[in-house]
């Protein structure tokens, strides 16, 4: 029997991370979140920490010759690195390594400082729409309210809106529909449609268990939606750098990434129309 879509992205997501992915990276470009003094954008869970902006530590701000405003002095942002470590296991005495999460507290110097200049070098792009991706958009019938403003990629569920930035924001349009995908799927969890904990849940913290399981489902449909689109080949291994980071936080449980998929797998037939009985709004 001929292997589905979804079961070919699976197996490529975890081909990928078996054999190590590289550092994952924000796709959109016009208001992202970077170090100020190098431009470099921030990675992973940090997109979540901090809104866009230019952002630098006090060494930073203080070697350049800026300030920290002096109401801004207690609201700083944190930054999240992680550092790879060895440690011997007691019973087979072999070394086995670890990241350790580690974290430094940053400052955004066009609102938060005095005395430095921004270093952006904002770009546009122009692309033609991809028409297959674009379908998938349109036949999501029971979809939420969009905006497609810069910066920031995020579903609101009390709203029930998704905003995304625009396609001229993207160096490649492919990374485009894969980040609105994500958002796409992350709104299938919303209690009108399949109602799932990582959405529907009161209070769930940023990088708790069941946030970082929300976010490996939505980017697992994001890729099998980028499939069906045939335009995976162009974002998978953005889509594993990204799952990666996430099973970081679940202490690397890839046992997590195939009942992701199986989320995943449901949210993305929901959105194809392939669930029957939609629920009416």
């Not at 019973?91 to 086995?96: A, M, R, V």
Request: proline content about 5%.
């Amino acid at each position: 029997m001929a292997k589905s879509v979804y079961e070919i992205i699976t197996e490529k997501i975890i081909g990928k991370l078996e054999k190590g992915v590289v550092p994952w990276r924000q796709p959109w470009t016009h208001s992202n979140t970077v170090n100020w003094k190098t431009q470099i954008p921030y990675r992973g869970i940090n997109l979540f920490l901090v809104d866009p902006g230019e952002y630098a530590s006090k060494k930073q701000i203080l070697e350049a010759g800026g300030r920290i405003k002096k109401e801004e002095l207690k609201n700083s942002h944190l930054i999240v690195y992680w550092l790879w470590k060895e440690k011997e296991d007691e019973e087979t005495k072999e070394k086995k390594a670890f990241a350790k999460p580690f974290y430094y507290r940053v400052w955004e110097i066009n609102k938060q400082c005095t005395g430095l200049e921004s270093k952006r070098n904002i770009e546009v792009f122009h692309h033609d729409p991809i028409e297959k991706a674009e379908e998938i958009v349109r036949g999501y019938i029971d979809s939420p309210d969009y905006t497609f403003y810069s910066g920031k990629a995020v579903y609101y569920p009390t709203w029930d809106r998704i905003n995304c930035p625009p396609l001229t924001d993207f160096k490649v349009p492919e990374e485009y529909y894969s980040t609105l995908f994500h958002e796409i799927v992350h709104s299938t969890g919303h209690q009108s449609r399949l109602a799932r904990p990582g959405i529907t849940t009161n209070g769930v913290a940023f990088g708790d268990e069941v946030y970082s399981k929300e976010e490996l489902v939505a980017e697992m449909g994001a890729a099998m939606l980028c499939g069906v689109a045939g335009i995976d080949n162009s974002t998978i291994e953005n889509s594993a750098s990204y799952i990666d980071s996430w099973l970081r936080t679940l202490k690397k449980e890839s046992r997590l990434v195939l009942h992701a998929a199986a989320q995943a797998q449901k949210a993305a037939d929901y959105i194809l129309g392939e669930t029957k009985n939609l629920p009416i709004r």
